[in-house]
């Protein structure tokens, strides 16, 4: 087992920040991750870096925009695995897109998987375990024969224009039964 490259957080120090320190900390850790990417390949442009990112991912690394998102929801309720894990994630995923041929590299492929393994010295996982309940909360309660659906808004206005949905294991036609307010 490899050591992780960059220092792990104190949790009991990331706990007690207030949002604008905890916003500083991720900026801090993408800064270091970016000089450390720029040791293997000095002509690496600094990323930009947003926490506007919605819905169930974790982060992205947005090439057109020219840098990383991240999701501000699910960054708030697991700090420490943010900065440990999805940093180095879209670290690495900015790294392999700026190599020559890095475009051509498939997302997860060998090259990423050889970064995030070799250089930031963790498992290369392609998904996190986060609860994304908070962040994408799906209000909208559908029925069919066999159980209940939650769908998003964005899908509730696709079915409420007409477009029908149907089960896929009992393959009725599902019933629009009520919103569900979103506790917090």
Same mark, same amino acid.
């Given at each position: 087992?490899?050591?992780?490259?960059?220092?792990?957080?104190?949790?009991?120090?990331?706990?007690?920040?207030?949002?604008?320190?905890?916003?500083?900390?991720?900026?801090?850790?993408?800064?270091?991750?970016?000089?450390?990417?720029?040791?293997?390949?000095?002509?690496?442009?600094?990323?930009?870096?947003?926490?506007?990112?919605?819905?169930?991912?974790?982060?992205?690394?947005?090439?057109?925009?020219?840098?990383?998102?991240?999701?501000?929801?699910?960054?708030?309720?697991?700090?420490?695995?943010?900065?440990?894990?999805?940093?180095?994630?879209?670290?690495?995923?900015?790294?392999?897109?700026?190599?020559?041929?890095?475009?051509?590299?498939?997302?997860?492929?060998?090259?990423?998987?050889?970064?995030?393994?070799?250089?930031?010295?963790?498992?290369?996982?392609?998904? @996190?375990? *986060?609860?994304?309940? #908070?962040?994408?909360? %799906?209000?909208?309660?559908?029925?069919?024969? $066999? &159980?209940? @659906?939650? *769908?998003?808004?964005? #899908?509730?206005?696709? %079915?409420?224009?007409?477009?029908?949905?149907? $089960? &896929?294991?009992?393959?009725?036609?599902?019933?629009?039964?009520?919103?569900?307010?979103?506790?917090?």
């Amino acid at each position: 087992m490899t050591t992780p490259a960059l220092p792990t957080p104190d949790p009991r120090w990331l706990a007690a920040l207030d949002r604008a320190a905890c916003q500083r900390a991720l900026l801090e850790r993408v800064e270091a991750a970016w000089r450390l990417c720029r040791e293997f390949h000095p002509g690496l442009p600094r990323p930009e870096v947003w926490l506007d990112l919605r819905g169930k991912g974790a982060g992205q690394a947005h090439f057109g925009r020219g840098g990383l998102r991240f999701n501000p929801v699910l960054f708030d309720e697991n700090r420490q695995a943010f900065l440990v894990e999805v940093v180095p994630h879209e670290m690495a995923h900015w790294l392999v897109h700026h190599l020559d041929d890095g475009h051509l590299a498939r997302p997860h492929g060998r090259e990423w998987q050889t970064v995030m393994h070799q250089l930031f010295g963790l498992p290369p996982r392609v998904t @996190h375990r *986060f609860d994304t309940g #908070r962040a994408s909360p %799906a209000p909208h309660r559908y029925r069919c024969g $066999c &159980r209940e @659906h939650a *769908f998003t808004s964005r #899908r509730h206005a696709l %079915a409420r224009s007409g477009r029908a949905y149907r $089960c &896929r294991r009992c393959a009725e036609t599902l019933v629009y039964t009520g919103y569900e307010a979103f506790e917090k």
